[in-house]
């Protein structure tokens, strides 16, 4: 059973790089990748039955306070399950911490795309530009249109981290 959590640490892990790099794209999380996180977060605690009753319930509360704030329009739902799917591989202090990084890497996105304001317009990226630039380019764009932050970057941040806190 050892080997379980390790595994499922970087399966998670990777899962998060996806979805940042989906929610960049996209704007989109899929409800397949949140589905497997959970899973994956159960897989984890399945050694403390206690432990995975604590975070269920915590989860519960937290969709609960989440689901709210999305019904107000202040966040999006992709950002609700992703947080919720997260938070059931947690413990009630690893949520905690989730929430904090996440606000925190939160804010540092927020103010990036505040500084976007002053910067130039940019033309279209010519083929063969780099990652970057295309990113910069289109990043650019949904600015000018008032489009949402890709906040599974921030979630996502803020999931490493307690995934590495919590050990592997």
């Known amino acids: 059973m050892s080997w379980i959590v390790p595994i499922a640490s970087v399966l998670e892990i990777l899962l998060l790089l996806y979805v940042a790099t989906l929610d960049i794209a996209t704007r989109l999380i899929r409800n397949e990748i949140c589905l497997t996180l959970a899973l994956l977060g159960i897989s984890t605690q399945i050694a403390s039955p206690l432990q995975l009753v604590e975070s269920l319930t915590s989860a519960a509360i937290l969709f609960l306070l989440l689901f709210f704030i999305y019904t107000r329009g202040w966040m999006g739902g992709g950002d609700v399950k992703l947080l919720v799917a997260l938070a059931v591989g947690l413990p009630l202090a690893g949520i905690a911490e989730l929430l904090t990084v996440t606000a925190l890497v939160g804010g540092a996105l927020a ?47 803020g999931g490493i981290w307690s995934i590495f806190n919590r050990g592997f």
């Open 111 to 157: 103010l990036a795309h505040l500084l976007m304001r002053n910067l130039p317009y940019p033309k279209l990226a010519p083929a063969g530009s780099s990652i970057a630039r295309r990113v910069y380019v289109v990043e650019r764009w949904r600015h000018l249109r008032h489009a949402p932050l890709p906040y599974g970057v921030a979630i996502t941040g």
